[in-house]
Nanobody
Framework: QVQLVESGGGLVQAGGSLRLSCAAS????????MGWYRQAPGKQRQLVAT???????NYADSVKGRFTISRDNAKNTVYLQMNSLKPEDTAVYYC????????????????WGQGTQVTVSS
């Protein structure tokens, strides 16, 4: 089994920045792709960004140019640097990991973190 623990959420004004971290533990040898999804109130959980074991990245169009995903394999940690935050970025952000080479589809996510709240005030 794999455990994912997020940190770094909080309240920030529009235009500000936050960095989320997600540390993986347990059967980490089974992890290939990692990433972040988010869920706003009343909406479905949506992809934010993913990164493969070879550091290939993908981003949702809504965050391209503002968010950067990175991965430290030695620390089994994935990061999400969020700049130029907007009120519409407000959501619970979930760390995700999968045994497949990609987690661009929710069905390929095998492990979820507990979520961390990000609130952007206008």
């Amino acid at each position: 089994q794999v455990q994912l623990v997020e940190s770094g959420g909080g309240l920030v004004q529009a235009g500000g920045s936050l960095r989320l971290s997600c540390a993986a533990s347990g059967s980490i040898f089974s992890i290939n792709a990692m990433g972040w999804y988010r869920q706003a109130p009343g909406k479905q959980r949506q992809l934010v960004a993913t990164i493969t074991s070879s550091s290939t990245t993908n981003y949702a169009d809504s965050v391209k140019g503002r968010f950067t995903i990175s991965r430290d394999n030695a620390k089994n940690t994935v990061y999400l640097q969020m700049n130029s935050l907007k009120p519409e970025d407000t959501a619970v952000y979930y760390c995700a990991a999968g045994r497949s080479s990609t987690i661009l589809i929710r069905a390929l996510v095998n492990y979820w973190g507990q979520g961390t709240q990000v609130t952007v005030s206008s």
